[in-house]
C-alpha cells in the first residue's frame, strides 16, 4: 500500500496556511484524523509532500472546495444502526410529527448525504413529509451539490438494502432509487423542499427553533474544544422538548447534560431538550 | 518502562484473546488496546464474551475518553478507533483500511504515534494483512513488536504478512505471551 507520512510540525504548518489564507480554523480538528486525512489527500492528488499541498491550495481557490469535501467524512451507509432509525419510525417521529406543522429537522453537517435520505425515507414511507422541514447543512459546497442531485456510490448498496430490509421488510429500497451508468441516484423529490446551507466553519448563522438533530459521528473529528462549542450551538437551536440524537459512541465528557437534557434512549444515543 | 499495549487479531483470534485477558492481574499496570475484527452489525455481546473471563475491566470506548491503566478498550464494531497524542481514545468512521473497520493498522499507527518507544504491539491469528503496516510503524517509533507464534496460529496469513514487513522482537506463543505480559510491573 502506498503511504505517505506527514509529520506535526508539517501538520501545523498546513492548519496555519488554512487560517492565514482562507480564515478557516482547524485548530480544533482532531489531530490524529486532520493528518490522516491531508495525508490521503496529498496521495490522492499526487501533491508529493506537505509543501506541495500548502502550495496548491494557496494558490487555487477550487482546490480549497476539494479539500473542505475531503475533510467532511461520508456518511458510511443508508440507515446506519438499523435500530435507531426503527426507533425514530416506531416511536419519535409518529409521536411528534403526526400532529406537527413544519416540524424541523436539522442535518448540521450532512456530507454525503446519507442521514438525510434515509430520514426523508422513512418520513415517506409514514406519509409524514407534509409536516417536516428538511435543513441540511455542511461546510462543503461541493457537498451539498452532490447531495442535492441525490449521487450516492453503488458500491454502499448491498449494505444500504440489508439495513433498510431491517426496518422495512417488506418493502424495498430500490424504489427510491435508479443506477445510471455505475452512478447511484436517489429519487431526488425526497429532498425537494429541503434547504440547503453553506456553513463556515464556525457555525455562526445556524437554523432555530429546531425539533430534532441529527448529529451523528461527525463530532469525532472535532477535539473537545470544538465538541463543546457545538454542544452550546445545538442546544439553543433546539426548542425545548426537541431530540438530539448523535453516534452512539459519543458522548461529551464536560456537557451538562443532566441539567439540560434527558437521556431518554441509552442504547441510540437519544436526548430530550429538558423544558426551561 | 512500558506505556501500553496494543493487541491486533482476526480470525482464529478469539479464544487467543480471551486466554491472555483472563491471565492478566486485576492491577495489571498498562492500558490494553483491542483492535479485532469483528462483524460489522453485531453491535453488542462481544465486549460482554470478552470480558466473561477478563479480570480487567473491558470496554468499548467513547470518542476522547481517557485511556487509563488497568483497562481494556475494544475498538467499536463499524468505528476506527484512533489514539490521540493527549492519549485519549478517537473513533471514526472513515472508508475501511485493508477491507476492515475497525483496521489494526490505524489503530498501532496512531498508538505509535502516541507512545513512542513505550508501547507494545502483538499481532495475533488472523486472515488479511491487517496490522503489518502498523506493526512496521510501531517497531519504527521505537516500540516493541510480537507477533504471535504463525505454527500455533489457527489462520497464519496476519502473522506471516508482519513478519515479512518487520523484524520482530518476540515471536511468542500464547503462553509465553501471557508470560512476558504478567512479568511487566
Known sequence: MNRYELGIVDTRNIIKTLEDVYNYDFKNYALTFFKRRVEKIILDYNLKDAEGFIQKIETEKSFFEIFLKEICVDNTEMFRDPSLWRVLKEEIFPQNIQNAVNYKIWFPEVSSGEELYSTAIILRMLNLQNNVQLIASSISELDLEKTKKGIFDPKKNEVNEANFKRIFSESDLSEFYTIENDKGLWDTSLVEKTKFIKQNIIFDDYPKGIKLILFRNQMIYYNQILQERFNKIMYNCLVPGGHLIIGNNEKIEYWNSDKDYTFINKAESIYKKKLA | ?185
Open chain 2, 1 to 185: 518502562m512500558y506505556k501500553a499495549v496494543v493487541i491486533g487479531g482476526s480470525a482464529g483470534s478469539f479464544q487467543v484473546i480471551t486466554k491472555i485477558l483472563s491471565s492478566l492481574p486485576k492491577n495489571f499496570p498498562l492500558p490494553v488496546l483491542l483492535c479485532l475484527h469483528r462483524l460489522k452489525h453485531v453491535r453488542s455481546g462481544f465486549v460482554e464474551a470478552l470480558s466473561i473471563k477478563s479480570k480487567i475491566p473491558i470496554l468499548e470506548p467513547y470518542d476522547k475518553e481517557t485511556i487509563k491503566s488497568g483497562k481494556g478498550y475494544l475498538a467499536p464494531s463499524n468505528y476506527h478507533m484512533y489514539v490521540e497524542l493527549n492519549k485519549r481514545i478517537a473513533l471514526s468512521t472513515e472508508e475501511p483500511v485493508n477491507h476492515s473497520r475497525p483496521s489494526i493498522d490505524l489503530t498501532f499507527e496512531t498508538a505509535a504515534l502516541a507512545y513512542r518507544d513505550k508501547l507494545i504491539g502483538i499481532i495475533l491469528s488472523g486472515a488479511n494483512r491487517d496490522g503489518a503496516y502498523g506493526l512496521k510503524k510501531l517497531k519504527q517509533a521505537g516500540g516493541l513488536a510480537i507477533v504471535q507464534d504463525p505454527n500455533e496460529c489457527q489462520v497464519k496469513t496476519m502473522t506471516e504478512a508482519s513478519l515479512k514487513q518487520t523484524t520482530v522482537d518476540h515471536i511468542f506463543t500464547t503462553e509465553q505471551i501471557i508470560s512476558f505480559l504478567t512479568n511487566i510491573k
